[in-house]
């Protein structure tokens, strides 16, 4: 912040205590500053159960850092986006805030590789344009400056997704 910083981004959860750690931190922060600091969270879905590394399940993961008024929640990487469409679209349920995510270009290969073109990334990328899942879409691993022309361009002849009511929660 002191640098310049508009945006704080926690992003990368595997331990959601690590994440409300970081919260409780930005969250002293802007008592101590009376500064407004948007707030991105991202969580990582590691596998098909739909869970984090440590083992919640992502109405849990939600529910731990939704003690802030966020700018964002969102999803990233360890997935392609394929496989975290059914988390996006659970989150995109349940979330007074605006959605992220940012998922890898497909699953890496048996090199470390990524094999999902710009195009084919783009198909999944308009599927959650299309069904109102985000407000805030990028790449992630694997991803070159070429899937985020392809992914900007559905993001802004895309459809928004409609934010419910938002709620403030008081400390």
Known sequence: VDGGADILLVETIFDTLNAKAALFAISDLI???????PVMVSGTI???SGRTL???TLAAFFTSVSHLDLLSVGLNCSLGAEQIRP???ELS?????NVSVYPNAGLP?????????????????????????????GGCCGTT????REIASIAETGNLRAIPHKHHVTE
Not at 31 to 37: A, D, F
Not at 145 to 148: A, E, L, Q, S
């Open 31 to 37: 008592k101590e500053t009376g500064q407004n600091i």
């Open 46 to 48: 590691t596998d098909a």
């Open 54 to 56: 440590s083992g919640q």
């Open 87 to 89: 988390y996006l679209e």
């Open 93 to 97: 349920n349940i979330a007074p805030f």
């Open 109 to 137: 290969n048996q090199f470390g590789e990524y094999d999902e073109t710009p195009h084919q990334m783009g198909e999944h990328i308009h599927d959650f344009v299309d069904h109102n899942f985000v407000n805030i879409v």
């Open 145 to 148: 400056p070429d899937h985020i």
